[in-house]
């Protein structure tokens, strides 16, 4: 896909892997998405046995649902930390971290987004930043993961505005593991950024997850930006 590139690096990791990789994120703002074939690709996909990368490849809108269960991830994947940073200054802007008294707890099958959904508010000056680092730490089961990959899309009102793929060869079972992805941020005009600010939470992503070429899980997200400094 083409303004996209990933350079792994190794990082800290403790029983397990660590890396970081780098892509670089494409402003799609002038592509119109058309809403009845994005519908009729979500329902399609969601009733596949298989979910592959090119699969999500297709998609043209954030999803309206989640395309895969919980009980996808039979690796026992589970996030743990998480922390976004502006690269030029080091600042942290988002930071959280999983209560250890939580561990072992089991989300309400009632409520399909605890756990899987994330609201984030950042003040519009996130807008003007050229790379942010995002940390992650993140636990596997008693299975080894081979070619784990994830790929994050993020839209604005249906059209792509950028969109990144970043790759795992290989989790040690019962590891923890720590990477860190670095994101160049696509230009936008004052136009596009008056647009986003002026609509909180129309912003979205979805967050695939993938071992050996199929879908294990699924997380999605909605942005507002305010008008508030860091």
């Known amino acids: ?25 494409v402003s799609y703002l002038s592509r119109q ?31 309206k649902d989640y395309l895969c269960p919980r009980e996808a991830n039979i690796y026992g994947i589970e996030f743990t930390k998480f922390r976004v940073r502006d690269m030029s200054t080091q600042t942290v802007l988002f930071e959280v971290e999983k209560d250890d008294n939580d561990a072992g707890v089991v989300p309400n099958p009632a409520d ?12 519009a000056a996130f807008l003007e930043l050229t790379t942010v680092g995002a940390s992650m730490q993140f636990v596997v089961g008693d299975k080894p993961v081979k070619n784990f990959k994830m790929i994050e899309r993020h839209y604005f009102r249906n059209k792509l505005l950028k969109d990144f793929e ?21 230009e936008l005009s004052a136009e596009e950024k008056v647009e986003l600010v002026s609509h909180p939470y129309e912003t979205k992503s979805d967050s695939f997850y993938f071992v050996e070429g199929k879908l294990i899980m699924h997380n999605r997200a909605d942005y507002a930006y305010s008008t508030d400094k860091f």
């Not at 083409?2 to 892509?23: I, L, Y």
């Open 1 to 25: 896909m083409s303004g996209k590139s990933s350079k792994p690096v190794t990082v800290s990791s403790k029983s397990g892997n660590g890396s970081s990789s780098r892509a670089t994120a």
């Open 33 to 63: 998405a058309k809403a009845k074939k994005v519908v009729n690709l979500e329902e399609e996909l969601k009733h596949r046995q298989v979910i592959t990368p090119e699969d999500i490849r297709s998609l043209t809108s954030a999803t």
């Open 112 to 123: 399909p987004t605890a756990g899987r959904y994330i609201r984030y508010k950042f003040p």
């Open 166 to 186: 970043f790759d795992f060869p290989f989790c040690m079972p019962n590891s923890t593991n720590n990477c860190e992805h670095i994101y160049d941020m696509p």
